[in-house]
T-cell receptor
Framework: NAGVMQNPRHLVRRRGQEARLRCSPM?????VYWYRQLPEEGLKFMVY????????ESGMPKERFSAEFPKEGPSILRIQQVVRGDSAAYFC?????????????FGPGTRLTVL | GQNIDQPTEMTATEGAIVQINCTYQ??????LFWYQQHAGEAPTFLSY????GLEEKGRFSSFLSRSKGYSYLLLKELQMKDSASYLC?????????????FGAGTQVVVTP
């Protein structure tokens, strides 16, 4: 049973370009969460999605950032017109439907570097 | 607002015990999680507490006091591989399956 998969693992972009980060949740999981981690800082929640629905995007910047989790395929976190401050590790986590105690399983992350 | 505090760094010797404290102030409470994160890797789940008391799982134990907004993670018989960052995370009452609020993490350094 494969874990949460993210790609690419490393992404380099120049200022103004677009970054697309992909996340495939664990098999059977319908909840996806995106977190951002800056160096020496904790994980900051960005967005929570279920299939075809954004449940909570309270942690995502209003501009340039968007996320989707289509019926088929991976969840995508899209950052348009990247700036140097977007450089961070972006982690995706998934959990199954069920009880509130269900843990979130994290993927290996995508490390975005903006030049 | 939300506030989750834990020490920045702790150092202990191999074979010893270390206790990592976490205090939280959140608008609601629906569980506290501890994760371990090695440098450059994904966080991995260690423990979950939603009721007061101690949960033991091998060399790791986690304690919760909801009235005090306090938890600790206890690592016993420390091994070199336990050198990592330990993240405390709280789930708000209104987010049954929702987001986790993370502390900044405690870097544990295990020395020979």
């Amino acid at each position: 049973n494969a874990g949460v998969m993210q790609n690419p693992r490393h992404l380099v972009r120049r200022r103004g370009q677009e970054a697309r980060l992909r996340c495939s949740p664990m098999k059977g999981h319908s909840h996806v969460y995106w977190y951002r981690q800056l160096p020496e800082e904790g994980l900051k929640f960005m967005v929570y999605l279920q299939k075809e629905n954004i449940i909570d995007e309270s942690g995502m910047p209003k501009e340039r950032f968007s996320a989707e989790f289509p019926k088929e395929g991976p969840s995508i976190l899209r950052i348009q017109q990247v700036v140097r401050g977007d450089s961070a590790a972006y982690f995706c986590a998934s959990s199954p439907e069920g009880l509130a105690h269900n843990e979130q399983f994290f993927g290996p992350g995508t490390r975005l570097t903006v030049l | 607002g939300q506030n989750i505090d834990q020490p920045t760094e702790m150092t202990a010797t191999e074979g010893a015990i270390v206790q990592i404290n976490c205090t939280y102030q959140t608008s609601g409470f629906n569980g506290l999680f501890w994760y371990q994160q090695h440098a450059g890797e994904a966080p991995t789940f260690l423990s979950y507490n939603v009721l007061d008391g101690l949960e033991e799982k091998g060399r790791f134990s986690s304690f919760l006091s909801r009235s005090k907004g306090y938890s600790y993670l206890l690592l016993k018989e420390l091994q070199m591989k336990d050198s990592a960052s330990y993240l405390c995370a709280v789930r708000d009452r209104d987010d049954s399956w929702g987001k986790l609020q993370f502390g900044a993490g405690t870097q544990v350094v295990v020395t020979p």
